[in-house]
């Protein structure tokens, strides 16, 4: 049982290039999320998708896209990669997306954009 | 809005200290608390959560916190810290009508020998 995986680890892009960030889950979630942490700001929500087939803006979604390819995947795409989007990024799952949930967090993947 | 505001972005201590990592919130409704730690290089994981019931709340790794809804306050505390506690903690509050987190700034907690 794996939990959350997430692939790359560490990227380095140059302003302007795009990729996608891999998320997979194990745990039969429904509920699925993008964060970035950036010092001294915590993490902030990205995008979500509450079940399989849905997905909605968060608190920082420009520069972003996200497709949920089914339950256990959830990718996010950075279309043109820009400085400001040099951060940490973690996917998280949860069980329901209930207000009581525990979010499971994978081991993020480390953006640098030159 | 929800919000967290987590008092302290660093707390140096001596290990085998006591701890108390402070965390405020603000809501005007029914309120779920959380703390969760980040061990260097690694993602978040739970430490505890409040949901109901009793106001003292006890986690892994001998943490606990206390939630204070008069003072809008749900603390961290340990008796006694380890080296192996050396991390960073998020307080964080689920959304009401969303379900959605609302993270705090992070402490880190730096425990030296």
């Known amino acids: 049982n794996a939990g959350v995986t997430q692939t790359p680890k560490f990227q380095v892009l140059k302003t302007g290039q795009s990729m996608t960030l891999q998320c997979a889950q194990d745990?039969?979630?429904?509920?699925m999320y993008w964060y970035r942490q950036d010092p001294g700001m915590g993490l902030r929500l990205i995008y979500y998708s509450a079940s399989e087939g849905t997905t909605d803006k968060g608190e920082v979604p420009n520069g972003y896209n996200v497709s949920r390819l089914n339950k256990r995947e959830f990718s996010l795409r950075l279309e043109s990669a820009a400085p400001s989007q040099t951060s940490v990024y973690f996917c998280?799952?949860?069980?329901?997306?209930?207000?009581?949930?525990?979010?499971?967090f994978g081991p993020g993947t480390r953006l640098t954009v030159l | 809005a929800q919000s967290v505001t987590q008092l302290d972005s660093q707390v140096p201590v001596f290990e085998e200290a006591p701890v108390e990592l402070r965390c405020n919130y603000s809501s005007s409704v029914s309120v779920y608390l959380f703390w969760y730690v980040q061990y260097p290089n690694q993602g978040l994981q739970l430490l505890l959560k409040?949901?109901?019931?009793?106001?003292l709340v006890k986690g892994i790794n001998g943490f606990e916190a206390e939630f204070n809804k008069s003072q809008t306050s749900f603390h961290l505390r340990k008796p006694s810290v380890h080296i192996s506690d050396t991390a960073e903690y998020f307080c964080a509050v689920s959304q009401s009508n969303t379900g959605k987190l609302i993270f705090g700034q992070g402490t880190t907690l730096q425990v030296k020998p």
């Open positions: 998280a799952s949860s069980p329901t997306g209930g207000i009581t949930d525990t979010q499971y």
């Open positions: 745990m039969n979630h429904n509920s």
């Open positions: 409040y949901l109901s019931g009793s106001t």
